[in-house]
């Protein structure tokens, strides 16, 4: 169907940056290009929305924790979605999802709205 595959996490220091990258596949998405998003899950935490993409218009929304220091993006030619990540804090340590939704609108920022879930990939901020 879908097929998600993250990569780019690591170990930055605080203030640092990483790009963070999901790579899309698959039948569905070729046929309905999805809203895209990036989720965290911190040990012991609920997994949180942090940032999204509607593929067929470009249009992103964010959560407030990181407005003004995550950029979301895509490269249609890729089928690439990026999650760009600048001034990172101690409190951006978590596992970080890419996932994919059916649902083709703007807004969506719950974990139940998006039906497709890459294997995450690690970012560690050390202070």
């Known amino acids: 169907q879908v097929q998600l595959v993250e990569s780019g996490g690591g170990l930055v220091q605080a203030g640092g940056s990483l790009r963070l990258s999901c790579a899309a596949s698959?039948?569905?998405?070729?046929?309905?290009?999805?809203?895209m998003g990036w989720f965290r899950q911190a040990a012991g935490k609920e997994r949180d929305f942090v940032a999204a993409?509607?593929?067929?218009?470009?249009?992103?929304w964010y959560a407030d924790s990181v407005k003004g220091r995550f950029t979301i993006s895509r490269d249609n030619t890729k089928n690439t979605v990026y999650l760009q990540m600048n001034n990172l804090k101690p409190e951006d340590t978590a596992s970080y999802y890419c996932a994919a939704s059916f649902s083709d609108r703007n807004g969506l920022r719950r974990a139940h709205e998006y039906g497709y879930w890459g294997q995450g990939t690690q970012v560690t901020v050390s202070s």
């Open positions: 698959g039948r569905a998405f070729r046929i309905y290009p999805m809203p």
């Open positions: 993409i509607r593929w067929s218009d470009g249009s992103t």
